[in-house]
Structure formats: C-alpha cells, structure tokens
C-alpha cells in the first residue's frame, strides 16, 4: 500500500493550494480517506475526511475555507484549501482507513509572508 501526497509548499497569507494524494495497493472506492496535519509541537489532527460514498466531515477551524474531494476513477482524493492562514502551517497527511490504517509521508505548507 502506498499514498503519495503532494501539492504543498509556501504560500502567503489568503492565498490558496491544492493537495493531492495518489493510493496504490488498496481497493481505494472502499476507503474512507481523510487529511490530517501536524504543525509544530502539537498533535496530529484530523482535518477532513470522505467516505466512500462521498460524504465530508470538516474540523471547525476549516469549514468554508477547505475542501475534501476524491476521484475514484484515478485513486486520488485531494484537499482544496483557500483562504489560508499562518496556523494552517503544518505538514499535511493522507490517511485510508477500511478496518486498518495507511498513511503517507506527508507534505509540509507553509503559510507565510
């Protein structure tokens, strides 16, 4: 099993970026797939999540400013992220979870003047 991200990188502040993340190994249709990050001296936390049949679920913090989507057609799901904020810095995760779960190595966004 393996899940790419990829998309990351520095922004300023209100500017926009797009994560993808490409999974290989897994039935990915099946999958609830989810983003996660990680800034700095906190916890890993969840940010989005899809379920296979497309329903979304946001943390507060982003509702209105990201997006989660997935095509299953290419095994990809993505983050649409606008809006940004210096506290959206931090190194995002791609997650697949169907009883166990996957994860990528994550991709840093730095958000910034």
């Known amino acids: 099993v393996q899940l790419v991200e990829s998309g990351g990188g520095l922004v300023q502040p209100g500017g926009s970026l797009r994560l993808s993340c490409g999974a290989s190994g897994i039935i990915f249709s099946r999958y609830v797939m989810g983003w996660y990050r990680q800034a700095p001296g906190k916890q890993r936390e969840l940010v989005a999540t899809i379920t296979s049949r497309g329903s979304t679920n946001y943390v507060d913090s982003v509702k209105g400013r990201f997006t989660i989507s997935r095509d299953n057609a290419k095994n990809t799901v993505y983050l649409q992220m606008n809006s940004l904020k210096p506290e959206d810095t931090a190194v995002y995760y791609c997650?697949?979870?169907?009883?166990?779960?996957?994860w990528g190595k994550g991709t840093l966004v730095t958000v910034s003047s």
């Open positions: 997650n697949a979870k169907y009883g166990a779960d996957w």
